[in-house]
């Protein structure tokens, strides 16, 4: 999946913004203008992952946010990691061919949490 493909896909706008500026955030959603926000210091392949990420945030509020952060956090990743597995998927001939931990270590996903998210959209996408 391309940067392209998603901002056609969410109908959504990406702005770039100084890295250096905000050293923490690699990127953020703005729901009233649509709008992505990414550093510039993201490669291709961590644009595409910072970014569906982000769109993960889609729909939750500013209240709901700051009143459960983790779940928020949690449901981005998930977002994010559904998609990328689907065009893991996507690019194999057999899905059995998919290796979990190849996965993770290409896309830098290092918790128990995402790998559970992993293997869960694994199985979820190819039953």
């Known amino acids: 999946m391309t940067e ?44 595409v992952k910072v970014l569906l990420h982000e769109l993960g945030h889609k729909d939750h509020t500013r209240s709901e946010y700051q009143n459960a952060r983790l779940r928020c956090e949690n449901e981005a990743d998930r977002n994010m990691i559904h998609h990328l597995v689907k065009d893991a998927l996507d690019n194999l001939e057999d899905p059995r061919e998919f290796d979990y931990l190849q996965f993770m270590s290409y896309y830098n996903l290092k918790t128990i949490t995402n790998e559970i998210m992993v293997r869960e959209e694994y199985l979820a996408l190819v039953e």
């Open 4 to 47: 392209k493909e998603i901002i056609s896909h969410y109908q959504v706008r990406i702005i770039d913004f100084d890295g250096d500026l905000m050293p923490d955030e690699l990127g953020f959603y703005e729901q009233e203008t649509n709008t992505a926000f990414l550093s510039s210091k993201l490669n291709k392949k961590e644009r």
